[in-house]
Protein backbone atom coordinates (compact mmCIF):
# COMPACT_ATOMS: atom_id res chain seq x y z
CA UNK A 1 0.00 0.00 0.00
CA UNK A 2 3.39 2.64 0.97
CA UNK A 3 4.70 1.60 -2.75
CA UNK A 4 1.41 2.42 -4.25
CA UNK A 5 1.23 5.63 -2.42
CA UNK A 6 4.80 6.86 -3.74
CA UNK A 7 4.23 5.89 -6.77
CA UNK A 8 1.05 7.88 -7.12
CA UNK A 9 2.81 11.24 -5.45
CA UNK A 10 5.90 10.64 -8.17
CA UNK A 11 3.18 10.25 -10.68
CA UNK A 12 1.52 13.49 -9.51
CA UNK A 13 4.64 15.42 -8.97
CA UNK A 14 5.92 15.05 -12.65
CA UNK A 15 2.41 15.46 -13.69
CA UNK A 16 2.21 19.26 -12.05
CA UNK A 17 6.37 19.87 -13.37
CA UNK A 18 5.18 19.28 -16.86
CA UNK A 19 2.36 21.66 -16.57
CA UNK A 20 4.62 24.23 -14.79
CA UNK A 21 7.04 24.28 -17.66
CA UNK A 22 4.18 24.42 -20.45
CA UNK A 23 3.02 27.35 -18.61
CA UNK A 24 5.44 29.17 -18.31
CA UNK A 25 6.87 29.10 -21.64
CA UNK A 26 3.50 30.29 -22.71
CA UNK A 27 2.98 32.61 -20.39
CA UNK A 28 6.75 34.04 -20.92
CA UNK A 29 6.26 34.35 -24.97
CA UNK A 30 3.11 36.18 -24.37
CA UNK A 31 5.62 38.59 -22.78
CA UNK A 32 7.26 39.29 -25.81
CA UNK A 33 4.61 40.32 -28.42
CA UNK A 34 4.50 40.22 -31.98
CA UNK A 35 2.97 42.61 -34.31
CA UNK A 36 0.30 42.52 -36.31
CA UNK A 37 0.29 43.07 -40.52
CA UNK A 38 2.60 40.31 -41.51
CA UNK A 39 2.92 40.05 -45.21
CA UNK A 40 3.80 36.87 -47.25
CA UNK A 41 7.21 38.52 -48.22
CA UNK A 42 7.58 39.17 -44.43
CA UNK A 43 6.80 35.57 -43.62
CA UNK A 44 9.10 34.14 -46.19
CA UNK A 45 12.28 35.82 -45.05
CA UNK A 46 11.86 34.25 -41.84
CA UNK A 47 11.51 30.72 -43.57
CA UNK A 48 14.40 31.43 -46.13
CA UNK A 49 16.87 32.51 -43.31
CA UNK A 50 15.23 29.72 -40.81
CA UNK A 51 16.50 26.96 -43.67
CA UNK A 52 20.04 28.02 -43.04
CA UNK A 53 19.97 27.20 -39.26
CA UNK A 54 20.22 23.58 -37.79
CA UNK A 55 17.20 23.34 -36.81
CA UNK A 56 15.22 25.16 -39.10
CA UNK A 57 11.09 23.89 -38.13
CA UNK A 58 12.25 25.17 -34.49
CA UNK A 59 13.27 28.30 -35.79
CA UNK A 60 10.34 28.86 -37.84
CA UNK A 61 8.20 27.93 -35.11
CA UNK A 62 9.94 30.40 -32.61
CA UNK A 63 9.90 33.54 -34.87
CA UNK A 64 7.61 33.34 -37.72
CA UNK A 65 5.00 35.05 -35.18
CA UNK A 66 7.35 38.53 -35.45
CA UNK A 67 7.78 38.56 -39.26
CA UNK A 68 6.33 42.05 -39.38
CA UNK A 69 8.50 43.42 -37.13
CA UNK A 70 11.76 41.81 -38.55
CA UNK A 71 10.68 43.32 -42.12
CA UNK A 72 13.29 41.16 -43.94
CA UNK A 73 16.30 42.76 -41.87
CA UNK A 74 18.94 40.29 -40.66
CA UNK A 75 19.71 42.30 -38.34
CA UNK A 76 16.50 42.73 -36.59
CA UNK A 77 15.73 39.10 -37.13
CA UNK A 78 18.99 38.00 -35.08
CA UNK A 79 17.83 40.48 -32.07
CA UNK A 80 14.87 39.08 -32.03
CA UNK A 81 16.05 35.34 -31.84
CA UNK A 82 18.10 36.44 -28.81
CA UNK A 83 15.06 37.34 -27.24
CA UNK A 84 13.54 34.59 -28.01
CA UNK A 85 16.16 32.60 -26.89
CA UNK A 86 16.45 34.86 -23.40
CA UNK A 87 12.52 34.14 -22.81
CA UNK A 88 13.47 30.12 -22.96
CA UNK A 89 16.27 30.19 -20.50
CA UNK A 90 14.31 31.94 -18.20
CA UNK A 91 11.32 29.60 -18.52
CA UNK A 92 13.76 26.66 -18.20
CA UNK A 93 15.45 27.73 -15.25
CA UNK A 94 12.41 28.08 -13.00
CA UNK A 95 11.18 24.62 -14.71
CA UNK A 96 14.71 23.05 -13.41
CA UNK A 97 14.47 24.91 -10.17
CA UNK A 98 10.95 23.29 -9.73
CA UNK A 99 12.18 20.07 -10.33
CA UNK A 100 14.89 20.41 -8.22
CA UNK A 101 13.48 21.57 -5.21
CA UNK A 102 10.76 18.64 -5.29
CA UNK A 103 13.51 15.71 -5.91
CA UNK A 104 16.39 17.20 -3.90
CA UNK A 105 18.88 16.91 -6.89
CA UNK A 106 22.03 18.37 -6.50
CA UNK A 107 22.63 18.09 -10.10
CA UNK A 108 19.58 19.49 -11.47
CA UNK A 109 20.52 22.40 -9.10
CA UNK A 110 23.95 22.58 -11.26
CA UNK A 111 21.99 22.29 -14.17
CA UNK A 112 19.99 25.89 -12.95
CA UNK A 113 23.41 27.39 -12.35
CA UNK A 114 24.26 26.67 -15.67
CA UNK A 115 21.26 27.70 -17.50
CA UNK A 116 21.06 31.03 -15.03
CA UNK A 117 24.69 31.61 -16.99
CA UNK A 118 23.72 30.97 -19.88
CA UNK A 119 21.27 33.35 -20.14
CA UNK A 120 23.02 36.42 -18.61
CA UNK A 121 25.34 35.61 -21.86
CA UNK A 122 22.32 36.02 -23.61
CA UNK A 123 21.66 38.81 -22.18
CA UNK A 124 24.53 40.28 -22.97
CA UNK A 125 25.08 39.76 -26.69
CA UNK A 126 21.82 41.00 -26.70
CA UNK A 127 22.69 44.89 -25.17
CA UNK A 128 25.61 44.87 -27.96
CA UNK A 129 23.61 43.88 -30.77
CA UNK A 130 20.76 46.40 -29.90
CA UNK A 131 23.46 48.90 -30.10
CA UNK A 132 24.95 47.88 -32.87
CA UNK A 133 21.80 48.52 -34.84
CA UNK A 134 20.88 52.17 -33.33
CA UNK A 135 24.59 52.82 -34.83
CA UNK A 136 23.56 51.42 -38.16
CA UNK A 137 20.49 53.47 -38.36
CA UNK A 138 22.47 56.99 -37.51
CA UNK A 139 25.04 55.39 -39.86
CA UNK A 140 27.96 56.07 -37.22
CA UNK A 141 29.77 53.12 -37.92
CA UNK A 142 32.04 51.42 -40.52
CA UNK A 143 31.96 48.16 -41.79
CA UNK A 144 35.29 47.07 -39.89
CA UNK A 145 34.52 47.86 -36.80
CA UNK A 146 30.70 46.25 -37.59
CA UNK A 147 32.91 42.61 -38.06
CA UNK A 148 34.58 42.87 -34.65
CA UNK A 149 31.24 44.17 -32.43
CA UNK A 150 29.37 40.99 -34.18
CA UNK A 151 32.23 38.67 -33.55
CA UNK A 152 31.44 39.53 -29.74
CA UNK A 153 27.64 39.04 -29.70
CA UNK A 154 28.63 35.56 -31.22
CA UNK A 155 30.93 34.86 -28.58
CA UNK A 156 28.86 35.69 -25.63
CA UNK A 157 25.98 33.10 -27.58
CA UNK A 158 28.85 30.79 -27.95
CA UNK A 159 29.54 31.14 -24.48
CA UNK A 160 25.65 30.21 -23.70
CA UNK A 161 25.52 27.03 -25.72
CA UNK A 162 28.75 26.03 -23.83
CA UNK A 163 27.17 26.57 -20.39
CA UNK A 164 23.99 24.77 -21.66
CA UNK A 165 25.80 21.61 -22.83
CA UNK A 166 27.75 21.41 -19.72
CA UNK A 167 24.48 20.72 -17.94
CA UNK A 168 24.22 17.92 -20.17
CA UNK A 169 27.38 16.48 -19.56
CA UNK A 170 27.20 16.81 -16.07
CA UNK A 171 23.38 14.42 -16.47
CA UNK A 172 25.37 11.80 -18.31
CA UNK A 173 28.64 11.65 -16.43
CA UNK A 174 26.84 11.08 -12.96
CA UNK A 175 24.85 8.68 -14.24
CA UNK A 176 21.09 10.09 -13.75
CA UNK A 177 18.43 7.86 -15.08
CA UNK A 178 15.14 7.89 -15.38
CA UNK A 179 12.26 10.06 -15.99
CA UNK A 180 13.81 12.95 -14.03
CA UNK A 181 17.25 13.03 -16.36
CA UNK A 182 14.83 12.87 -19.64
CA UNK A 183 12.72 15.78 -18.96
CA UNK A 184 15.95 17.32 -17.10
CA UNK A 185 17.73 16.63 -20.38
CA UNK A 186 14.68 17.61 -23.15
CA UNK A 187 14.08 20.85 -21.85
CA UNK A 188 17.81 22.11 -21.52
CA UNK A 189 18.11 20.58 -25.32
CA UNK A 190 15.04 22.11 -26.62
CA UNK A 191 16.84 25.24 -25.37
CA UNK A 192 20.25 24.35 -26.79
CA UNK A 193 18.15 24.48 -30.49
CA UNK A 194 16.82 27.08 -29.95
CA UNK A 195 19.86 29.10 -29.14
CA UNK A 196 21.89 27.32 -31.90
CA UNK A 197 19.54 28.77 -34.21
CA UNK A 198 19.73 32.30 -32.94
CA UNK A 199 23.62 31.95 -33.20
CA UNK A 200 23.46 31.02 -36.69
CA UNK A 201 20.78 33.98 -37.54
CA UNK A 202 23.62 36.14 -35.97
CA UNK A 203 26.26 35.14 -38.32
CA UNK A 204 23.67 35.41 -41.32
CA UNK A 205 23.44 38.83 -39.82
CA UNK A 206 27.44 39.29 -39.80
CA UNK A 207 27.88 37.93 -43.52
CA UNK A 208 24.91 40.18 -44.69
CA UNK A 209 24.07 42.90 -42.29
CA UNK A 210 27.45 45.43 -42.65
CA UNK A 211 27.02 48.74 -43.19
CA UNK A 212 28.93 50.24 -45.91
CA UNK A 213 32.49 51.98 -45.10
CA UNK A 214 32.10 56.00 -45.12
CA UNK A 215 32.47 57.78 -47.93
CA UNK A 216 35.99 59.26 -48.34
CA UNK A 217 37.49 62.21 -51.01
Known amino acids: MKMVSQSHTTTMFLFFTAFLFIFQSVAATVRYTPKQNTTTKDIYFIRKSCNMTEYPDVCFTSLSSYASAVHKSPGKLAKV ?14 YLSTLSRSANNNIISECVSFVEDAKDDMKLSLRQLRSMLVEDAAGRRSGKTFRGLVDDVRTYLSSSLASEDTCIDGLEETGQEGVIKNKVSDSVNALIRITSDALTLVTLYANNGAPPPPFSM
Open 81 to 94: SIAVSITKAKSTAA
